[in-house]
């Protein structure tokens, strides 16, 4: 009975910067536009008529878009996820085999 061998599989060295070289931001210094108010005391929501609000075609479009990208941004954040794990336990298995 022949015994199955894995080929070897050669990573490049990876060397993960250092927290204390990486730049640090004051947040306290950092400064944001200043947001203007908008006057809304003039609308009288009464008036408007739900369903046809949500019944129009722009609405019914940018509810789509939204939804779309929640979905790939979701997907994205999985094949991240998926990728981070792989990494790890390949390095880990460079590390068994290294000792």
């Known amino acids: 009975m022949s015994k199955f061998t894995l080929p070897h599989i050669s990573l490049p060295h990876i060397t993960l910067p ?12 950092i400064s944001l536009p200043q947001l203007h108010s908008i006057d809304l005391t003039s609308v009288d929501l009464r ?13 019914k479009q940018a509810t789509d878009i939204g939804y779309t990208a929640v979905g790939f941004a979701v997907l994205g954040f999985q094949k991240l996820q998926v990728r981070r794990v792989e990494l790890l336990d390949a390095l880990k298995s460079r590390n068994n085999t290294a000792q």
């Open 18 to 29: 250092n927290l204390d070289s990486l730049p640090k931001i004051d947040l306290p210094k």
């Open 47 to 59: 008036r408007l008529n739900p369903s046809a609000v949500l019944a129009s075609p722009v609405v």
